[in-house]
């Protein structure tokens, strides 16, 4: 049965609070000397920063191509235009700056079914290309992991977090790729439950067609290096002058600490994610630290900027980014009541 209204919102608060909480103790616990802080952002050099926005927007519109490529391989014509997809792309990484949880990745499926009405299926199938999208982003993440590895100063404690992080990345690739093989039913003759399930697999269409995953993996990769520029920009903007080996650490640390996100942005773990491994190379805690908050701000100023224009383009409101995870909750439970039946219709029969 469905919570009340007032149940859910109580819970969601409940872990709001505590990941502040959790938030302020990390920060307190592992932060740093606030006026050395402050001293980092006076001589930041502001030409470095507006080159790492630049070089992240480029890595948006890359990885916008990426998706599109999955989208086409999954859906029958007409496919969404790329500024459409790009729109889409861009609300989800404002949803995900903003909300905590990964809702952008349901709100930039919400923004493309919302001008594909009539398409049965769409749903599903491209909640399945999100997920195909995603997978793609192992082979430059486990490149840049090597990379690191050998070429950077790497923590014993990040090691571990490196390699966890691949073996589940590998292990979510194997379940894309077995899902993507398996043989389609007819969707017709299917019940409701095996047919979302099968318009889902849908979406992995992608890892089916081999040029038109080479090309989604290109793009990925294309998006991952203008990242790592960005990076390595940024550091410049802090007066951090290392080799682009450090950049690649901090690039896969800052993604490892923003896997699950239990606040918005992880704010606080991120920077400490950050400041900490450059200590190995000399660099300051508190402007590691500063320079954590300078980068997230530049990867979070593309994704809230671009996003909230294309978030006015379509109509949509902070209010309605707030209720996708409720709608997607009635699409579980919807999932879960047809389950139910076709089983009391079993035992019926």
Known sequence: MRRPAIVRGSSLLLLVVLALALAVVLVRWRGPEWGAVHDAFTVVRWRWVWAAVALNLLSVLARSVAWRTAIKQALPPPHPRFPLVFSAFSVGLFANAVLPGRVGELARVAV?????????????????????????????????????????????????????????????????FVSARRDHDAVDSLGRVRRLVTRGRTGLAVMRAPAAAATAGIFQFIGWAFQLLAVYAAMRAFHIHLPLAAAGLVLVLMNVATIFPLWPGNIGLVQAAVALPLVAYGVAYARGFAFGIGLQAIEVSVGVGVGLIFLAREG???????????????????VEEAAEDHARARVAG
Do not use: N, Q
């Not at 949509?316 to 919807?334: F, G, K, Q």
């Open 112 to 176: 493309l079914t919302r001008r594909m009405a009539g398409r049965a299926g769409a749903t599903p199938t491209l909640i399945g290309s999100v997920f195909a999208h995603r997978v793609f982003d192992l082979f430059p993440a486990l490149a840049l992991v090597v990379w690191v590895l050998l070429a950077a100063k790497v923590p014993h404690w990040a090691v571990t977090s490196l390699l966890v992080a691949g073996a589940v990345g590998s292990a979510l690739f194997a379940f894309a």
């Open 316 to 334: 949509l409101s902070y209010a309605m980014l707030r209720d996708i995870p409720e709608a997607s909750d009635a699409t579980v439970e919807a």
